[in-house]
Nanobody, 115 residues
Framework: VQLQASGGGLVQPGGSLRLSCAPS????????MGWYRQAPGKQRELVAV???????NYADSVKGRFAISRDGAKNTAYLQMNSLKPEDTAVYYC??????????WGQGTKVTVSS
């Protein structure tokens, strides 16, 4: 399984970005998809996940601002990020768990929130 992530960039505080992650297999064959991020000098942290049953979970720091979703027709998962803050600046990584619990990582996409 491979994951192709895209959508990062530079945005001003308060702005929005949408990250995309396209798996090389049917998205609904995956137990879970999620996004993690790693800021400079910090550990990688969970941002949001969506299960095969469409349950979602978010880090407290992004609740109410970020939304994770899946589009079966486009075979893509999204992370909609609104009301971005400078502290959201990080490299964002797409993650998936296969049915046999194997973790798969996509390449990182950089998000910079700055005026």
């Amino acid at each position: 399984v491979q994951l192709q992530a895209s959508g990062g960039g530079l945005v001003q505080p308060g702005g929005s970005l949408r990250l995309s992650c396209a798996p090389s297999v049917n998205i609904f064959s995956l137990n879970l998809m999620g996004w993690y991020r790693q800021a400079p000098g910090k550990q990688r942290e969970l941002v949001a996940v969506i299960t095969s049953g469409s349950s979602t979970n978010y880090a407290d720091s992004v609740k109410g601002r970020f939304a994770i979703s899946r589009d079966g027709a486009k075979n893509t998962a999204y992370l909609q990020m609104n009301s971005l803050k400078p502290e959201d600046t990080a490299v964002y990584y797409c993650n998936a768990r296969t049915r046999d619990a194997t973790a798969v990582w996509g390449q990182g996409t950089k998000v910079t929130v700055s005026s």
